[in-house]
């Protein structure tokens, strides 16, 4: 069939499920209802051999995928480390999709390249970054740091006299990566993408935060002379905390180093002058990930890769051809910074945050989380059995439950705590691994969440923990 109805009838129609979705009576759900069968079988409806009504279509897939979405937009949702749509972020992704830019290079979309370019300025302003830095609009922090690393692996072959983009990196010289042995899981896979194996990786030691060790750094530094990688971590997944840069950044200077920071959280401390300080001697890096749809709240997917080179950024990227023209000297092709020719328009909604929430916004939202994070850990601490296991210095708690009991019953209590949490249905947590036993990981992230999520998370919390024990 062809499509029988306009435009307007159908994103109408799409307009109305998406907003009882965001505003409806069960905003306090936040798991899937359907099972994994249930889903399937309301997906697998056939291959059609002649194409359906619109409105079906569009009303089929609203009932099918509604029974199995995650709900990361509601305040009461701590389950990883993931943002909220902004409302505003949405609209505008609603007006891009139906633009239908392909931000590829600036004649087939000047609009978004300018945008791009625009939103980069504020960022490195937001972020108080090296201004000369180059920014590549990515899917997130994963892809992120790998154009950064891989920026860093060409620009420190140059600097020996070795030419990745002719000679490829068969025959390249080694380069050695040094990561804290707790780095997130992205930045090994990034470097396994891009070639390096295990044996390229020396993992650094890390103190109770999570946080590298400076002098173990210097120590495996001093046994490598070849091209060096660094990679530190603004933001830790379990403690939130951050690396010490200012040591650590001078300690790779000092061994002719990249330094590279995986923020994808937690660079936005850098935005608010009360957590400045956990930041310090960040902008000495040559390179930074971070999200925006993470504390940005810019709806997925969203993260910027920013480069102090921004020749090596270039050169690394480069995509060119003969119907591919260079862009104005004004502007810039999008695809320059990041290894997508055709991807989505993504600085239009980065945009259209960053207005809607303001410097003051970003920094009101980060600091409020952060209040929450101290609120939920003070309400925890008179309860026996429960144990916050990390310093609350940003937004995460990772807490751990059982107090003295050996391993195998925390770990079961715990597991057990998160199965109740879930059960009782009123706030979504996830658990995780950390320092070999099982935690329960609260992220306190997601746009609108304030004091009153975390009282009642705190609650659910302890009856769940009361019951398990009981
Ligand atoms: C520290 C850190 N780095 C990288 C990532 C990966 O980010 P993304 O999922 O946006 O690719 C995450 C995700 O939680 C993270 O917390």
Known sequence: ?????????????????????????DNLLSRPTASVQELKALFDVGLPEEGRDGLEVIGSLAMAAEKGLVGNTKPNFFGWVMGASHPVGVAAEWMVTAWGQNAAIFDTAPAAAVAEDIVAGWLLELLDLPRMSSIGFTTGATMASAICLAAARSELLRRIGFDLEHNGIFDAPEIKVFVGEEAHATIF?????????????????????????????????????????????????????????????????????????????????????????????????DSWSVDGHKWLQIPYDSGFAIIKNCEAHRRTMDTSASYLNVAPSESRSPSQYCPELSRRARGFAAWAVIQALGRNGIEEMVLRHCRCARHLQEYLSGEAGVTVLNEVVLNQLAIAFGGDATLKKRNYLTAAVIDEIAKENTSFVAGAEWKGQKILRVSIISQFTDTDDIERLGGSIVRAWRKVHS
């Not at 400076?214 to 997944?237: M, N, R, T």
Request: negative net charge; glycine residues 10%.
């Open 1 to 25: 069939m062809t499509n029988k109805y306009s435009f307007k009838v159908l994103a109408e129609r799409a307009m109305e499920r998406a907003v009882s979705y965001r505003e409806g009576d």
């Open 189 to 285: 896979s990034g470097l396994r993408f891009l070639g390096f194996g295990e044996s390229n990786v020396a993992k650094i030691s890390v103190d109770e935060q999570g946080c590298m060790i400076p002098a173990s750094l210097d120590a495996a530094l001093k046994g490598f002379s070849g091209p060096k990688i660094v990679v530190c971590q603004a933001g830790h997944i379990n403690s939130g905390d951050f690396d010490s840069f200012t040591d650590i950044i001078r300690i790779t200077r000092a061994h002719g180093a990249w330094c590279h920071v995986d923020g994808a959280f937690g660079l936005w401390a850098r935005a608010v002058p009360a957590l400045r300080h956990l930041c310090e001697g960040i902008e000495e890096a």
